[in-house]
């Protein structure tokens, strides 16, 4: 049996669910009668993992970022993986929205979740491995009080747990 188990921290959004999520709101967005004639698009980019959103007026595009939230959330991604910037005017008098999909975990909350594990006294090693943390102990049991730690914590980017050994 291995000396010590681990597992990593990541930051990931799987795109084919999110792919999933944008066309259910774009079904119900052409479907609800007080967005109909709004023209609405919505476009997942999975290379750049971005979304856009195109719509003629701000209430419109309010309800359809509302209701691609709801989509996230039935599909179990976190909104937290939503990054939405400003809306830009776009041509014809209508409003754009980009909205970023927050993958991996940049190096400064990697060193705000290190630093929580090692302030916590618990007997394991965090290291920053990329955009994933390894989180190595002797005990199992330190291990699950790592994860319980962090998904207590209230971080503004969405957490996962993989690779436990």
């Known amino acids: 049996m291995a000396q010590n188990h681990s597992f990593d921290i990541v930051s990931e959004?799987?795109?084919?669910?999110?792919?999933?999520?944008?066309?259910?709101a774009l079904k119900e967005i052409h479907q609800r009668y007080d967005l109909k004639d709004s023209s609405t698009t919505i476009e997942l980019n999975k290379k750049e993992k971005t979304i856009s959103i195109n719509s003629k007026d701000d209430y419109s595009l309010r309800a359809s970022i509302d209701i691609l939230q709801s989509?996230?959330?039935?599909r179990g991604i976190?909104?937290?993986?939503?990054?939405?910037?400003?809306?830009?005017?776009?041509?014809?008098?209508?409003?754009?929205?980009?909205?970023?999909?927050?993958?991996?975990?940049?190096?400064?909350n990697a060193k705000k979740i290190t630093?929580?594990?090692?302030?916590?006294?618990?007997?394991?090693?965090a290291q920053?491995?990329?955009e994933q943390i390894r989180v190595q102990a002797p005990k199992i049991d330190d291990l699950q009080a790592v994860i319980k730690l962090v998904k207590d914590a209230d971080l503004d980017f969405p957490t996962q747990f993989v690779n436990l050994k």
């Open 128 to 130: 920053i491995q990329d």
């Open 115 to 125: 630093k929580m594990i090692k302030d916590s006294k618990l007997k394991v090693n």
């Open 13 to 24: 959004v799987d795109l084919q669910e999110a792919d999933n999520a944008v066309n259910q």
């Open 71 to 74: 989509k996230f959330i039935r």
């Open 78 to 108: 976190s909104i937290k993986a939503l990054k939405l910037n400003q809306p830009e005017p776009a041509a014809g008098g209508r409003l754009k929205q980009l909205i970023n999909l927050q993958s991996g975990i940049s190096k400064e």
